[in-house]
C-alpha cells in the first residue's frame, strides 16, 4: 500500500488538487448550488477537458519519447479545414440554391449528410495527420533538424496553409473566396448539445490504449528508454527512428482528431483562429501530470489528471471572475502550472529545506512576486484598487522577507 | 617518505564519525578517519562499500550527514562545491561529469573561465593553459576538440587535467585509472610523483591493487559502509586488505586450462574504417582475425588504438559502416544498426556506461530486462511479475548489491550499475559477447566472480572478444590476444606465449611494416 503511494504520489497529489479546485468553486459559486447546474458545469468540463486530452495524450508520448511537438494548434486548425473541405466537396448538390456567380451551379448540401461522407472525410483526414507526422519524423531523423525546430515550421506553416486551402476550396465550392465553412449536418454539430458524450468515449478510450502501449508493452517500454537515454537505447537494439515515427504520428493524429470534434462543436471551421496557442496548453497539461521536458518520464494517468486540473482551473476562473473572466484565464493558469510543477520538483528533489531566496536573484524575486501579488489584487478588486493591492503587496513583501532573512541567517550559522 | 602517527589536531583531513543514511541503506556508519598532510591516503572497498559517498562528503557534494569533518584543524561544514574547492579540496569524479557540447578546454575552465579585458573569453590563453597541462600528463589530446568527440578515457584524462589545474592541496581521486591504459596511468602516477613533492594530500580511490600497492602510504578499508581498518602500506599485503574488503578468501582466479576452441564462429576480413578528416585516414585498418566457438579473444593496445571502434563495427554501430567482410557462422553479415546484430546473436557491453548503458530514469528491473522484454510478455503484454523474477534472477546471479530490483538504478555504486549492464546483455543468451572494458570500476571479488561466468558461457560454446584496459585482466581471461595499434593489428599471441611485456612492444610498434600476425 505505502508503495502504491510512493509511487504514484504525482497522480494522488494532482487527484487532491483537481478536487481541492472544484470544491472552493463550488461554495463560492452559486452555479453549483442547483442540481441542473451541477450537472450542466461537469458536462462542460469534461466535454472541454475530453477535446484537450485527446491532443495532450498524443504530446505526452513524444515527450515521454525525448521530443517536443509544436505543431498541434496548427494541426488542429488544418484539419478542421480538411475536413470540412472534404465534406462540402462530397456533399451533394442542393438544387434548390444557385452560386451568385454562375446560375447553373448549386452550392453543397450539407444538413444531412450520408454516413459515409464524413466517416471518409474522417478518414482522409487522419491519413494526413499521418503524413504530417511523418514529414516531422524524416526531418528530425534524417535531416537531424531538433524536434523544435521541426515542429515549430509546422506551426508557422501548416495554419498559412490551411488558410490558403479553404479559399480555393471554398472557390470551387461555393464560387466566392471565404476564409471560413460551415456544416449544418445535425448528427455532426450534435456533438456541442446532447451528444457532448462522444469526446470523452473518445479520450477514454484512447487513453486506456495508450496505457496498454506504455506500461505494458515493449514498444511502450522501448519509447520510455529512448527518452532516457537515445544513444544507449540505440546500442541496446532499440530502433530509435521507428519509435519517433510512431510517436509524431500519434501526436498528429491526436490532434487531427482533436480538430475534427473541435470544428464540429463550433459548426464552422476558421484556420486563421481555431486552435491558436492549444499546442502550448496540451504540453502544460502534459508538464502538470508529471511528464518531464527532458524525456524518459510520465504516466498517462498523470496527463489525464493534468488535463482535469487545467480545465477545472479554467472552469473556476469562469465561474469566480464574474467580468472578463478570459482575462483572468491567463494569469491564474499561468500561476497555477508554475505551482504545480513547482511542487512536484521540489518533492522529487526533496528540496523543501532549501533556500529559495538567496542572493540577489532571490531579494529580487521577493519583490517581484509582493508587487505580483499586489497587482493581481488590485486588478481583481472592483473597489479601493489601489488600498487592496497595497496592503496584499505589503503583507506578501513581510512574509517572505522574513523567510529570505531567515534563510540567510541559518545559512551563515551552518557555514562556520 | 615517513609517516609517524601524528596527533589527530596536526591531520589535515579529520573525518569524524560520518554517519550517511540513503533511504533504504546506510552507506556510511561511524566512519572515523584522519589523513596527514602530504600523504597519499588509498581507500579500499568492495562496490557499494561507501568510498564514493565519502569522497563527495569531502568534496562538498553530499552537504546532509552526521557527524563532523576537520580541514586542517578546522572544522568545516561545506554548503556545496564552491565552499570545498575554496577549502582547497578537488575531486576526480568516478563518474565522469564533463559538458559534452563544450570543447575540452572549456570544460577545465568551466565556472572560473579566462578573461580577457574584463569580460572576453580568452579561448586562446585557456586553450595554451590545456595544453601545459595534458603535456604534464604527456597525452595529446587537442585542447579545442568538443568532449562529446572523446572515448572515456580521454574524458577520464580531461578529469584528471580539471582537477589538477585547480592546484588545491586536498585532491580526491575516484577510480581515476579505470579507463586508462597501464602506460596513460604511469603518465598520471609521474604527475602524482610530482604533485606529492609539492606536499599535496591525496585520497586515491581504486580497485587495482597493483596502483594501491604502488602510491599509497596507508590503506584504509571500508565494508558496507564502516571503515574494518586503516594499515601502513609496508605493513601489510594485498591478501590482508582483499580478505579485509570481502571478509572472506578470493583465490587468484585460475581458470583451468582445457577449454577447447570449437570452429569459426566469427571471421573479420580486411576491416577498415575511414576516419575522414584525420591525418591517420583509419580508425582500423585491414583488421583481420577469427573468433571461434567456445574461445576468449582479448583485444589489447593503448587508448586510440581502436578496440571500442572495432567492436563497433562488429556490432553495426559505427558510423560511417565499415568496409570489409564480416562472416558470422560461415555467413556474410554487413548490420547496419545494433537491432540486426542483436537479432543475429550478438551483444555488447558499451565501455561508457553512463552515457552508453545507462537508462538513469529507470529502475534496476527495467535496465536489466530492457533487450529481453520478450521473456516477460504474456499475451502481448509485459507481465510484472515475470519480469520481476527475471530481474531478480539476474540480480541473485552476479550478486548485484541494490536494496531491491525497484530501486532507481542511480542509487547503484558505480561497480554495481556495471553489474546491471552485463546482465541485461547476458540475459539475452548471445552467440557472440562483446565486452569493451567490462570490469571497469568493479570490485576484485565482483571480477572475480565474472571471469568464472565468462569461462562458463564460453564452455558452453558462446564465442567472447573482450577489451580491457588491465593487460592481467586479458592474460587471466583469454585464450589469445589480438594486439592493435593505431588502427592496425600488430601481434597475435596464443595462451602460451602471452607476456606483458610482448604486449607492450606490439602495443607501441607503430611502424607500417608489422605485419599482422607476427607472432603466431
Ligand atoms: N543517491 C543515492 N541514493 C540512494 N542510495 C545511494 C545513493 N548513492 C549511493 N547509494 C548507496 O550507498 C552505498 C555506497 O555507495 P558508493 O557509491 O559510496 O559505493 P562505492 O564504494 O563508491 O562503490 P563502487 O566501487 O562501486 O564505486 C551503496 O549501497 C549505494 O547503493
Ligand atoms: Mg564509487
Known sequence: MSEFFRKHRNELGLAVAVLVVVAITATLSETYHSAAGRAETARIIFREAAMLGIFALGAAVVIIAGGIDLSAGSIIAFSGTIFFGLLITLAPDDPGTRWASDANLHFPQTDELALWIPAVALLITLAIAFLVGSFHTWLITVIELPPFVATLASLVGLRSLARLLIQDITVLQYGQRQSTITINDELLTSVSRESWWVSCVLWLVLSGALWVLLSKTIVGRHLYAMGGNEEAARLSGIRTDRLKWLAYCLSSMTAALAGVLYACYIGTTSPATDGMGYELNAIAAAVVGGCSLTGGIGTVAGVILGTLFLRVIIDSVAKLFRSQPDLFEGLVVGMLVVLAVAVNQLRSTGGVRKPYFPGLLGLLNVAIISVLAGVMTSVTSSEAKLRNGLLVAGGTLVILGARAIAERVKGRGSRV | ?520
Not at chain 2, 561529469?97 to 573561465?113: K, M, P, T, W
Not at chain 2, 507481465?383 to 548489491?401: F, H, P, T, W, Y
Not at chain 2, 538504478?409 to 546483455?425: D, E, F, P, V, Y
Request: include cysteine; hydrophobic fraction near 40%.
Open chain 2, 1 to 520: 617518505m615517513t609517516l609517524d602517527p601524528r596527533p589527530s589536531t596536526l591531520s589535515h583531513i579529520a573525518v569524524r564519525s560520518i554517519t550517511k543514511r540513503f533511504p533504504g541503506v546506510t552507506a556510511l556508519q561511524d566512519v572515523s578517519l584522519s589523513v596527514a598532510r602530504g600523504e597519499l591516503h588509498a581507500i579500499c572497498g568492495e562496490n557499494g562499500a561507501g568510498k564514493s559517498t565519502l569522497m563527495k562528503i569531502l568534496a562538498g557534494v553530499i552537504t546532509e550527514y552526521d557527524g563532523e569533518l576537520q580541514i586542517a584543524g578546522r572544522s568545516v561544514r561545506f554548503a556545496g562545491t564552491r565552499d570545498a574547492a575554496a577549502a582547497g579540496v578537488s575531486i576526480i569524479h568516478q563518474e565522469l561529469n564533463l559538458v559534452g557540447s563544450l570543447s575540452v578546454a572549456a570544460n577545465i575552465f568551466l565556472g572560473r573561465e579566462v578573461r580577457r579585458a574584463g569580460w572576453l573569453l580568452d579561448d586562446r590563453g585557456m586553450e595554451q593553459a590545456t595544453a601545459e597541462l595534458f603535456a604534464q600528463l604527456e597525452t595529446d589530446i587537442r585542447p579545442s576538440r568538443l568532449v562529446r568527440e572523446l572515448r572515456v578515457g580521454d574524458q577520464q584524462l580531461v578529469e584528471i587535467a580539471k582537477a589538477l589545474s585547480l592546484r588545491s592541496d586536498i585532491l580526491i581521486m575516484d577510480e581515476p585509472t579505470s579507463a586508462l591504459t597501464d602506460q596513460e596511468a604511469d603518465r598520471l602516477f609521474r604527475v602524482i610523483g610530482r604533485l606529492r613533492q609539492q606536499g599535496v594530500t591525496i585520497l586515491y580511490i581504486s580497485h587495482k591493487m597493483d596502483e594501491i600497492f604502488r602510491l599509497a602510504d596507508r590503506i584504509t578499508v571500508l565494508r558496507d559502509g564502516s571503515l574494518v581498518r586503516t594499515l601502513d602500506r609496508e605493513q601489510t599485503s594485498r591478501r590482508e586488505i582483499t580478505h579485509l574488503m570481502v571478509g572472506r578468501e578470493i583465490e587468484s582466479v585460475r581458470l583451468e586450462d582445457g577449454r577447447c576452441p570449437g570452429d569459426a564462429l566469427l571471421d573479420v576480413e580486411d576491416l577498415s574504417l575511414p576516419w575522414p578528416g584525420h591525418a591517420r585516414r583509419w580508425r582500423l585498418e585491414n583488421v583481420s582475425f577469427q573468433l571461434r566457438r567456445g574461445e576468449v579473444l582479448g583485444i589489447a593496445g593503448l587508448m586510440g588504438a581502436g578496440r571500442t571502434e572495432l567492436l563497433e563495427c562488429l556490432f553495426g554501430a559505427a558510423s560511417p559502416p565499415p568496409q570489409g567482410r564480416i562472416l558470422l557462422d560461415g555467413r556474410p553479415v554487413a548490420f547496419t544498426h545494433p537491432a540486426e546484430a542483436k537479432a543475429a546473436g550478438m551483444a555488447m557491453v558499451s565501455e561508457d556506461r553512463k552515457r552508453l548503458g545507462l537508462f538513469s530514469r529507470m529502475t534496476v528491473r527495467e535496465n536489466i530486462t530492457l533487450c529481453t522484454l520478450r521473456d516477460a510478455l504474456r499475451g502481448g503484454l509485459i507481465q510484472d511479475s515475470r519480469e520481476r523474477r527475471l530481474a531478480r534472477e539476474s540480480v541473485e546471479q552476479l550478486s548485484i548489491r541494490t536494496a531491491g530490483t525497484e530501486a532507481a538504478i542511480t542509487s547503484l555504486s558505480g561497480g554495481n550499475q556495471q553489474k546491471c549492464i552485463i546482465a541485461r546483455w547476458l540475459r539475452t543468451q548471445p552467440r557472440v559477447l562483446l565486452l569493451d572494458d567490462p570490469t571497469r570500476g568493479i570490485d576484485v571479488g565482483a571480477k572475480a566472480e565474472l571471469y568464472t561466468i565468462i569461462d562458463a558461457l564460453c564452455r558452453r560454446g558462446m564465442g567472447i572478444i573482450v577489451t580491457s584496459s588491465e593487460l592481467p585482466e586479458l592474460v587471466t581471461l583469454c585464450d589469445r590476444i589480438l594486439v592493435l595499434c593505431e588502427g592496425r593489428v600488430t601481434g597475435e599471441l596464443a595462451r602460451g606465449e602471452f607476456s606483458e611485456q610482448r604486449i607492450m612492444e606490439f602495443a607501441t610498434q607503430r611502424e607500417v611494416h608489422a605485419s599482422a600476425g607476427a607472432a603466431s
